[in-house]
């Protein structure tokens, strides 16, 4: 999706759209939640027709809401999903008890960072379902992630907009750079240390080929 066509979207639709790309990136669907967020956030400092505050809460709301959907999605049906069609969206199974390793021993952690490395960002609230984390530490973790990254993303790129309404857009576009590259950096140290990861993950769950179904009178138990 190219940022014209959400820049384009931010300004017919304002606040809904930066609320829809964070929330349904979430809960696990690929989109550019985040790239959203900076564009708002560029576009309030540029123009001043959004208020910076309100872009900050809503996509707080938006990642706390899309999480927890994407959390009850995989407590009820996450290990389905993710044999059927987790291998179209780079599921696969090593990855997922990769997964299981990191919950199992820093879960709150995990659903912490995630928040600001991309590609977690969009699973990890999904996985944290499908390998039972418990409810309560996650949603501590996940509202506590939230409001961090949604101010610290929407404050920051605002304070560029609104000096490249100054010193011109390429100050803007520069900002935007910044921001993928460093998005590359970091998927490129998680891809490093994955191997890792595997070796760690295979070692502790041996007879697993990807984390188990949650038992029915475990979900019963969280209703």
Do not use: C
């Amino acid at each position: 999706m190219s940022l014209a066509l959400i820049n384009h979207l931010l300004q017919s639709y304002g606040y809904l759209a930066v609320f829809v790309f964070i929330a349904v990136e979430s809960l696990g669907v690929p989109m550019p939640g985040e790239t959203t967020l900076i564009a708002a956030a560029l576009y309030a400092g540029s123009t001043h027709r959004l208020n910076i505050a309100v872009i900050a809460a809503v996509a707080a709301g938006a990642a706390v809401i899309g999480d927890n959907i994407g959390y009850w999605i995989g407590r009820r049906g996450g290990a389905r999903l993710a044999r059927r069609y987790g291998r179209h969206v780079g599921l696969t199974p090593r990855r997922l008890k990769v997964g299981r390793y990191l919950f199992d021993r820093h879960g709150g952690t995990v659903v912490f960072y995630s928040r600001f490395i991309s590609g977690l960002r969009t699973y990890a609230a999904f996985i944290a379902g499908m390998v039972a984390m418990r409810r309560p530490g996650f949603v501590v973790a996940n509202a506590a992630g939230a409001l961090v990254w949604a101010p610290a993303i929407a404050f920051g790129a605002y304070g560029l907009g609104g000096a490249a309404s100054g010193l011109g857009s390429a100050l803007t576009f520069i900002g935007v750079g910044v921001s993928i590259a460093l998005s590359v950096v970091v998927g490129l140290l998680v891809k490093r240390s994955m191997r890792s990861l595997e070796a760690r993950a295979d070692a502790a769950y041996p007879d697993e080929q990807a984390p188990a179904p949650v038992p029915v009178a475990e979900l019963a138990d969280t209703r």
